[in-house]
């Protein structure tokens, strides 16, 4: 008897078993179904053609006016007839239509204050938002002098703050859907992306929160009660409420479409687990190495960003395939790449 033959006899092993081993994982590896055509880019492409660049010329067109008719409607019945003013040029356009007691409507302060901004924009930005701009501004004016000239009725509230919630909502919204459009509701905004786009500033949202509160700070001189402290501040409390829940609705519309969760899975079955995954899911997944550091034993980590509404059937596959993997769902904020969101604005 060799040596090589005692030492298989003593260790219970058979001769030649590392060949049968690697042969058994051929044989495994070439019985699992194929994987499905990888996806590219052209895959997430809309169809071609007239039909869709007219159905996407559409689709602009009403999120467009959806967004400026929300800035109108906030701004001319819900947060001017309750005595308080926000930021930005919509807040311009309240004190001065307050100053000079109807005299100068909105809609005209909104035009004339926005209009050398969008054209400063279009030599200095992408001429695509500049236009989508200038026909957000024109459509808000537009709103707005049909809701002065029909007498479209203005909500005063009992307790204002219903009026800064609601005006805060609606701002915020619009502003998130014009961003989303490639475009702005105008004003600050346009402000942003200009310096955004020519300077290294790392203080933006520090320059627009200070404009901001000068316009704020403004109102002060406008609303103010004599004698009345409190009469003459709660305008100024009312406005950083709006700002709030602007900022907030603005973040949730604008970021909440494109978070995601991400899952990192330790199993023993990295080849079935992926191409269930990827065929059933159609999302992509990155294998790495792991080592547990108390037992040494190196199993395969899995790394899969899914969307929100694939939780359900990400959780049962985990289940059918390896019950006894080890997986961790994190929240991902936001996903730019493929299969995701891939604009550039």
């Keep these: 008897m060799t040596d090589e033959t005692r030492t298989q006899a003593e260790t219970g092993e058979r001769p030649g078993g590392e060949a049968e081993t690697q042969t058994e994982n051929k044989t495994e590896a070439k019985a699992l179904p194929p994987l499905?055509?990888?996806?590219?880019?052209?895959?997430?492409?809309?169809?071609?053609?007239?039909?869709?660049?007219?159905?996407?010329?559409?689709?602009?067109?009403l999120l467009l006016a959806l967004s400026a008719f929300l800035v109108a409607l906030s701004s001319y019945c819900l947060i001017a007839p309750n005595d308080f003013a926000v930021g930005g040029v919509t807040g311009i356009a309240i004190i001065l239509e307050r100053a000079s007691d109807g005299k100068i409507p909105q809609s005209v302060s909104i035009f004339c204050v926005n209009f050398p901004l969008i054209a400063v924009s279009f030599f200095l930005v992408k001429?695509?938002?500049?236009l989508l701009t200038l026909t957000n501004v024109v459509l808000q004016s537009v709103f707005l002098t049909l809701m002065e000239r029909l007498g479209m009725p203005r909500l005063e509230f009992d307790e204002k703050i219903f009026a800064a919630l609601a005006g805060g909502i609606g701002i915020g919204s619009a502003i998130a859907v014009a961003l989303k459009l490639g475009g702005s509701t105008g004003g600050m905004d346009v402000v942003a992306v200009i310096v955004q786009k020519k300077f290294a500033a790392n203080s933006i949202a520090w320059m627009l929160f200070f404009l901001n509160c000068l316009v704020i700070a403004s109102s002060f001189f406008v609303y103010r009660v004599p004698g009345d402290a409190s009469a003459s501040v709660l305008p100024l409390i009312m406005a950083a409420c709006e700002q709030f829940v602007e900022s907030k609705a603005n973040d949730t519309i604008t970021n909440g479409f494109h978070s995601a969760i991400e899952f990192r899975i330790i199993t023993d079955k990295p080849e079935e687990m992926s191409l269930a995954i990827i065929s059933r899911l159609g999302r992509g997944v990155t294998s790495l190495p792991a080592t547990g550091m108390y037992t040494k034993e190196t199993h395969a980590m899995l790394v899969c960003v899914i969307h929100r509404r694939q939780i359900t059937a990400f959780r049962r596959v985990i289940k059918e395939v390896d019950p006894d993997s080890f997986a961790v769902m994190?929240?991902?904020s936001q996903v730019l790449g493929l299969g995701f969101f891939s604009g550039d604005n």
């Design 330 to 332: 994190s929240n991902v």
């Design 127 to 130: 001429k695509k938002f500049a």
């Design 36 to 61: 499905p055509p990888k996806k590219t880019k052209e895959s997430f492409l809309p169809p071609g053609g007239p039909g869709a660049r007219a159905f996407y010329v559409a689709r602009t067109l």
